[in-house]
């Protein structure tokens, strides 16, 4: 169902010349509440889609993440503290919204720090039809307050090669770093969270 401006109240003549059309009443309803319901708050339609865009970049960190564990990172979990990669996400979206592409401008380096340095991980191209205007680099850390397990001392060694690590866990914290490409006024944003 398509929603026009002559369809604009829930009159019982308007949903009557739509039954005889064969539509279901209770569909035709459910539809017009939701249409007046977007009419009325139009700032809740773009909450529901930013928070959808949120969802989908905080999925795609994660999966990085996984992706990276056996590839990259040569261990066999990654702990996630909760909630960090949607206060990422957030701080993405933040950085991207005042960038005349918003997100679909976007190239994203990942990168781990670890004790000996950083370690890329991905590089994302938010949308590959869009030429790209500003570069963000997230940067996760490693939790150094973690202790190694003795299951970790246990295998190292023995099954695997010593570089591997039974179990990565990133700190809460995390930088982003925005670099603008194509701008007078191109700069560095360096935020540490």
């Not at 010349?17 to 773009?46: G, M, S, T």
């Not at 990259?72 to 960038?99: D, G, M, W």
């Not at 010593?162 to 982003?176: A, C, D, M, Y």
């Amino acid at each position: 169902m398509v929603a026009t401006s002559t369809l604009k109240t829930k009159s019982s003549e308007c949903i009557s010349e739509l039954v005889d059309r064969r539509y279901d009443q209770a569909c035709i309803e459910k539809e017009l509440d939701f249409w007046d319901h977007c009419v009325a708050e139009p700032q809740r339609n773009a909450d529901v889609t930013e928070d959808r865009t949120c969802q989908q970049l905080a999925k795609m960190f994660e999966n990085c993440l996984s992706r990276a564990k056996k590839t990259t990172l040569h261990c066999s979990s990654v702990l996630v503290p909760e909630k960090l990669t949607r206060r990422i996400a957030h701080e993405v979206l933040r950085l991207a919204s005042c960038e005349p592409c918003g997100l679909r401008g976007c190239v994203l380096y990942i990168h781990l720090e670890l004790d000996k340095g950083c370690k890329q991980l991905e590089r994302i191209v938010y949308d590959a039809t869009v030429v790209p205007t500003f570069e963000l680099t997230l940067v996760f850390k490693q939790d150094g307050t973690a202790w190694p397990s003795l299951r970790d001392f246990l295998f190292m060694g023995t099954c695997f090669a010593p570089t591997f690590r039974h179990v990565l866990k990133l700190s809460p914290g995390f930088r982003l770093v925005k670099k603008k490409l194509y701008s007078s006024s191109a700069g560095t944003v360096v935020e540490e969270c």
